[in-house]
């Protein structure tokens, strides 16, 4: 597991510089748009802007052609401290960047300019604007000023830049992929799931779809043998949720209900049935720590702009579980909640597995002092493993600190999936307790563990991560038989008979095709096994496998075949 990447200073420069082309092409084109500001992203840059009309679509291509043009006039970037009074005279019809000023602690602020444009600035820039070669504009987005939902509305144009040509073709087909790829797409030509107006962004999971899920299920109980299952309801009455503290900190994504003249809440999280079910009955520390789990079905109300096929739905499955333990027993709760998450993470082969620990937020409820011991334990469970991991200041939840799980997929984009946080605020607010060795009554402390974390985003990262091309063990075709002629096929019944014994997925095709056409279908459909049986084969009682790469096998018995499906079943390969 290795530490986040840091961008060098060329890059940084480059990125940095290419916002600062952006924004100068944007006032060239639209000279009446008010610039804000354009910070070094991760993967890129970004700019927002106020225009007098909103960007569309089509001006990404007029930009970018722009940003090339001013690029090649060869303008030399270079960068002056001047007042903050002539600051102001040279942003006079400017309101951001004159409030920017303001809160400027210095007498002096830095001003880059190139050509006739100048931009508040503290540097990080190339020498001139035809240093930036390798760049390409994303698209267009709502923003806010200050990202404050009470601010000015703004238009947020994003992109990408590169300091060598072999990094920026890198991108351009990681691109490519990610479009042959998306999951939408091979969702449907899989018949995996889909979506529909009745159900605005909440997945229904067709037959293939689900036997993928039922395998992720299936995977994660195989591994949490010393966990407890719970299955709990979906509709909750609002007072457990003020109880929680969502109420206060998460109304907003909620939905809601009336029965009965009383209010309920369909549930955006899993962890106050957990509390409940704990409080059912009194504990001794000698069962902690008590480990409850539940693949628990959530609904959070999310704007439409930004939900994106199963990446970011309104209504998914956790596989959430919640660790009452002592405060002793923390960090090696947090150690084999680790050694857990890369055991469930082993078949996937992503490339990269990364930790950051999110720190307390700026709405948070509890003491201070605990939020610095749930942090504390947080840290040294990951040293004690030799994980590298980042600080992400004030990005836990409002309850406690948390390690986030972040995963690479095969094309090389990181997605945060498995979280570990620690409670010490939940479980006091439902007064939960359990009787120590001197017979004292103490509050437990609750660990929040996800490790695949949405199921359905999880399955979206799959599709595009293999491509639709899923390992024998997870695809929800595993096989299909094929027959040359209608004369076999009475033996390849037999077989297929044979397989769905041996309780293989398996599919019969019985269109009449030619054999050429079986096989496209299969391939299309992505099946990795595909049995053709044809003369030979039936006088033979064999049979030919090939494999979706093309790669062919001749004279295997049914036997020889099962066994070597078994084997790649329980090798999840």
Not at 50 to 70: A, S, V
Not at 115 to 135: Q, R
Not at 454 to 472: A, Q, T, V, W, Y
Not at 503 to 516: A, P
């Amino acid at each position: 597991m290795e530490p986040k990447e840091q961008l060098s200073q060329e890059l940084y420069n480059v990125r940095h510089s290419a916002a600062h082309l952006l924004a100068h092409s944007v006032l060239e084109l639209f000279p009446d748009t008010l610039i804000t500001i354009g910070p070094v992203t991760e993967t890129g840059f970004f700019y927002d802007f106020l225009p007098t009309r909103n960007f569309r679509d089509e001006d990404i291509t007029l930009i970018e052609n722009k940003m090339h043009e001013i690029a090649n006039r060869k303008y030399n970037i270079t960068g002056r401290q001047v007042s903050k009074d002539e600051a102001r005279k040279i942003f006079a019809t400017n309101k951001f960047k004159l409030e920017l000023i303001d809160e400027i602690k210095d007498n002096t602020v830095g001003i880059f300019t190139q050509g006739n444009f100048s931009d508040l600035c503290k540097g990080g820039h190339v020498s001139s604007t035809d240093k930036i070669k390798y760049f390409k504009l994303t698209g267009i987005s709502g923003a806010y000023w200050r990202a404050n939902r009470e601010g000015t509305p703004l238009q947020r144009i994003s992109g990408v830049a590169f300091d060598t040509k072999e990094s920026y073709e890198k991108y351009i087909k990681k691109c490519e992929d990610a479009i042959l790829y998306d999951h939408r797409r091979l969702g449907k030509q899989l018949d995996l799931f889909s979506f529909h107006d009745e159900a605005p962004s909440m997945p229904f999971f067709h037959h293939k779809g689900t036997q993928i899920y039922n395998k992720l299920i299936e995977h994660m109980r195989s591994l949490q043998t010393d966990y407890f299952e719970l299955h709990t309801p979906l509709i909750l009455h609002e007072s457990l949720w003020k109880t929680s503290g969502h109420y206060d900190n998460y109304k907003d994504h909620m939905y809601f209900t009336q029965c009965d003249d009383q209010t309920y809440c369909v549930r955006p999280m899993n962890c106050p049935c957990a509390m409940l079910v704990y409080k059912e009955r009194p504990h001794s520390y000698r069962e902690l720590p008590l480990r409850l789990a539940e693949f628990g079905c959530d609904h959070r109300y999310e704007l439409s702009g930004v939900t994106h096929g199963l990446m970011r739905v309104r209504y998914f499955t956790m596989d959430d579980a919640h660790i009452f333990c002592t405060q002793d027993q923390m960090e090696s709760e947090v150690i084999k909640t680790l050694d857990l998450a890369g055991k469930a993470y082993a078949p996937f082969n992503f490339s990269k597995i990364k930790m950051a620990i999110s720190t307390r937020p700026e709405k948070y409820i509890g003491a201070i002092e605990l939020w610095d011991k749930a942090t504390s334990a947080l840290k040294t469970a990951l040293e004690r493993k030799n994980l590298n991991y980042i600080i992400q200041e004030g990005e836990g939840a409002f309850y406690g600190p948390k390690i986030e799980i972040k995963i690479e997929d095969n094309m090389g984009r990181e997605w945060q999936c498995g979280t570990v946080q620690i409670d010490f605020f939940m479980p006091k607010n439902f007064g939960l307790e359990y009787i120590d060795s001197n017979q004292a009554r103490k509050t437990p402390v609750v660990i929040h563990r996800a490790i695949l974390g949405s199921m359905d985003r999880f399955m979206g990262i799959l599709i595009e991560h293999f491509k639709g091309n899923f390992p024998f063990w997870l695809a929800p075709t595993q096989v299909r038989v094929l027959t040359i002629t209608d004369n076999q096929k009475e033996y390849s019944r037999e077989i297929y008979n044979s397989l769905i014994k041996a309780k293989l997925r398996v599919e019969f095709d019985d269109s009449g095709d030619q054999i050429s056409a079986q096989i496209k279908k299969a391939q299309n459909d992505k099946i990795p096994f595909m049995i053709i049986i044809g003369a030979k084969e039936a006088s033979t009682n064999t049979v030919s496998l090939r494999h979706h790469d093309g790669k062919q096998e001749f004279g295997l018995t049914c036997e020889e075949l099962i066994k070597r499906a078994h084997e790649l079943e329980l090798s999840k390969i």
